[in-house]
Structure formats: structure tokens, C-alpha cells
């Protein structure tokens, strides 16, 4: 480890200048209430885990500070994405069936005032859709995903990492749409995105798109000035 600024959780080893962009982003963030958005990208095993797992440490550190992770992975399964993500932030870190995910949502959201009961119960049918329920399209989803995150940013400031997004059109998607709504009023979220540059086309049997690349996601991102980049080796 190498030692940060002081009161500081010290710096991974060899991951100094991506740590230390981080916390200026943080810091930057915090000062004007602005969403800002950083792409972390690197081959496996270039320390992008490495360096969220430190900013998680670091938000811990913070008061009034939230940090929500999501993954992503090349076979989606009921635990992936920012729904889930949300729902652990939410306090409903686990279920055992979609009315239980929905019960527990729409508890805890309602007691702590954060949004409706349908709000909740919408986002239960994000995560885990109950019989009879219709899917969520993805512009639906994401809507409620950004109204539920500047809900949880008007309370404390929040930092968004979204792993693996090479996975993920739909959470590029997302952050696009976040930080186009930002200009209604402060938004202070850092949103984190990791990407794996070398991740390999999925097995035809598997359900699922070949990989973003980076040049794609700065595609994705253009149209909201693009995002901060953090290159890893």
C-alpha cells in the first residue's frame, strides 16, 4: 500500500494516479453538486477491482456519503445491475422470492420517505418480475433507476460504480440518461464505470452481446460530453 493524503485510506500499490484522479473527481463532485463520470479501463488483472475496492473504503470513510456497486456479467442473472444494487442500498439486501423482494422494497422506501409504494414496487419488478407482471422496457427502467438515485443524492452525495460494463449497453445507457437530467437541479453523483478491455466474444451458447469496447462506450457517451478515462496496465 502506499500512503495517500493524510486521514486518507492509503493508495494500492502501483495504483497511485487512478486513486488519486478518483478523489479529485470525488472531491470536485462534492464542492459543485455536478454528476461526473469516470471510465476505468484496463486488461483483467490491470487492478480496476483493486481500485473500487479502495474507493469503496474511501466512501465508507466519508459522512453522509452512499456507495452503490453494481456488476455485470456475460450471462445476466437476477443479481446483476443497478436494480439489485439499489435494492442492497435500500435495505433489502436479500430475498427469497418476488413478493418478498417487493414487501421489503416497499417497506423500507416508504418508512424512509425515499419514494412511493409503487415507485417500489416498480423497482421490484426491475429486479425479479412477478407472475403476471409485464417486462419493464429498458427507457421505463432506467427512468426509475435515475429518479430513485437523485432521491438517494439529495441525501447524502453518492458514488456509482457500474463493474464490468462491457456486458452492459443498458448501464451505459443509464449514465447517459443521469447526467442529462442533472440539469434540473444538482446532482452530486461520481459515477464510476470498469471496463475490460480484453474480454473475449461469449460462447454461441450463452445469451448474450459481444462486448462493448472502449471506443464504443465513448460513442455511448458523447452526447453528455463523454466521461473522465483512467487507463490501467
Request: aromatic fraction near 4%; charged fraction near 20%; glycine fraction near 6%.
Given at each position: ?52 475496492r479502495w474507493l469503496a473504503g474511501f466512501v465508507a470513510r466519508q459522512e453522509r456519503s ?61 429486479i425479479w418480475p412477478r407472475a403476471g407482471h409485464q417486462h419493464v422496457p429498458r427507457l ?94
Amino acid at each position: 500500500m502506499t500512503r495517500g493524503p493524510p486521514n486518507r485510506l492509503p493508495f494500492p500499490e502501483g495504483l497511485d494516479a487512478a486513486c488519486s484522479e478518483l478523489l479529485s473527481a470525488s472531491n470536485r463532485m462534492a464542492l459543485d453538486g455536478r454528476a461526473r463520470v469516470v471510465v476505468i479501463h484496463g486488461v483483467e488483472g490491470s487492478g480496476k477491482s483493486q481500485v473500487v475496492r479502495w474507493l469503496a473504503g474511501f466512501v465508507a470513510r466519508q459522512e453522509r456519503s452512499a456507495f452503490i456497486l453494481a456488476h455485470h456479467s456475460v450471462t445476466p442473472s437476477i443479481s446483476d445491475g443497478l436494480g439489485s444494487a439499489l435494492a442492497e442500498q435500500l435495505g433489502a439486501p436479500s430475498w427469497e422470492s418476488s413478493d418478498a423482494l417487493a414487501a421489503a422494497l416497499i417497506d423500507r422506501c416508504v418508512s424512509l420517505n425515499i419514494c412511493a409504494a409503487d415507485e417500489a414496487g416498480d423497482l421490484a419488478a426491475t429486479i425479479w418480475p412477478r407472475a403476471g407482471h409485464q417486462h419493464v422496457p429498458r427507457l421505463e427502467r432506467n427512468t426509475l433507476h435515475v429518479r430513485l438515485l437523485r432521491k438517494i443524492a439529495a441525501e447524502r452525495s453518492v458514488v456509482l460504480v457500474l463493474e464490468d460494463v462491457q456486458w452492459s449497453e443498458a448501464a451505459v445507457s443509464l449514465v447517459v440518461q443521469l447526467i442529462q437530467a442533472q440539469s434540473e437541479r444538482s446532482t452530486p453523483i461520481l459515477v464510476v464505470l470498469t471496463l475490460r478491455t480484453d474480454a473475449e466474444e461469449p460462447d454461441e451458447h450463452e445469451i448474450s452481446r459481444p462486448p462493448l469496447t472502449l471506443e464504443h462506450v465513448r460513442e455511448l457517451l458523447r452526447p453528455v460530453g463523454g466521461a473522465a478515462e483512467l487507463a490501467l496496465s
